[in-house]
């Protein structure tokens, strides 16, 4: 039985891929931070089959410790600070996990479990200012916040020990990905719960940010099978994963609204823009200025074509389908159905 450890088990793509991998016949190690409240919300049905192990990617003895006790055959690193506007207001921390973080988790994987094969969560948003439209594995990187730039040394650190020490180690390049169980902070489920609490009546409106800033969005059900690919192939490599669309936030709000028979209309400019609801008249979109950020990431479009032909990686949910699935379960989770 091939044994993998992951990191960020609690989060939107660890209970995704501790499916998979569950379902692949793995027996699975992960690493949960201690917290006053515990939260196993995403993983309450994994419980009972998988072995939970404290740690902390800001601690290194705890990991040399998780990957002795583990001796993982293979290695997910999806631990992170993941929210990108956070990163501004806790930049150190924000290295400390997602750059730091990479590499502890490599030393000790490089100490007690040397063939493990590595798993780094890398992004898309690594491309930031973009430099080509649209983005793959030979277009050069410019991240645009602390996030970012903490992201991109975890990149070269896993490149690295790639090199210097012949790791199997491969970043996975993975475009925005959502789904019902993604972080109410981001602004795709910011939105849809949003939907299904206006419908309800329970609220007015939804205060957004930067509406125009395009994403190429798809569903982590998909995107944690490539992954898994990526630790199943001969040579390790780096891979773009993407769907090879690309949406704004506008028309996400809009696509979102239409699953419960909403359809918007939108008035005036910049802050001052407001999304109107054509039958009632009502405000139910505003511009807030602080959901803007120091520096935003405006167009995010992947080119996953080296993933289809190398890893045989495919998305099958397709935007309109993500959007549906995540509004109808935030209707369901309170309880209403959808018009
Ligand atoms: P997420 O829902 O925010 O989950 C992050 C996970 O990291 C949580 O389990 C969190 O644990 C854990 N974590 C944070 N700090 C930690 C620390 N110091 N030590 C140990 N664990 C820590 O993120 P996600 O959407 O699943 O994304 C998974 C990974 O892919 C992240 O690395 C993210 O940066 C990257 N990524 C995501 C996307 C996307 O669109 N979702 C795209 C590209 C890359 P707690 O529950 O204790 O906070
Ligand atoms: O949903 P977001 O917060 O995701 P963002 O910044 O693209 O980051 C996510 O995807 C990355 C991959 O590209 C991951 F690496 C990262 O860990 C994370 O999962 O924001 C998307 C866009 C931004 O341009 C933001 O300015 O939506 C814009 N936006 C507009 N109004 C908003 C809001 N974002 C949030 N979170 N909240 C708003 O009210």
Known sequence: MKRAFITGITGQDGGYLAELLLEKGYEIYALYRRNSNQRFDRIKHLLDKIHLIAGDMTDQSS????????????????AAQSFVAVSWKEPVFTAEVNALGVTRLLEAIKMKKPDAKFYQASTSELFGLVQETPQKE????????????????GYWITVNYRESY??????????????????????????????AEIYRGEREFVSLGNLDAKRDWGYAGDYVKAMYLMLQQEKPDDFVIASGETHSVREFVEKAFKVVDIEIEWKGQGINEIGIDKKSGKTIVKINPQFFRPADVELLLGDPSKAKRELGWEPEVSFDQLVEMMVKNDLKNEGAESG
């Open 63 to 78: 990991l040399i410790d998780a990957i002795e006790v583990s001796k993982p055959d293979e290695v997910y690193n999806l």
């Open 138 to 153: 030979t277009t050069s990187f410019h991240p645009r916040s602390p996030y970012s730039v903490a992201k991109l040394y």
């Open 166 to 195: 012949n790791m199997f180690a491969c970043n996975g390049i993975l475009f925005n990905h959502e789904s019902p169980k993604r972080g109410i902070e981001f602004v795709t489920r910011k939105i849809t719960k949003a939907v």
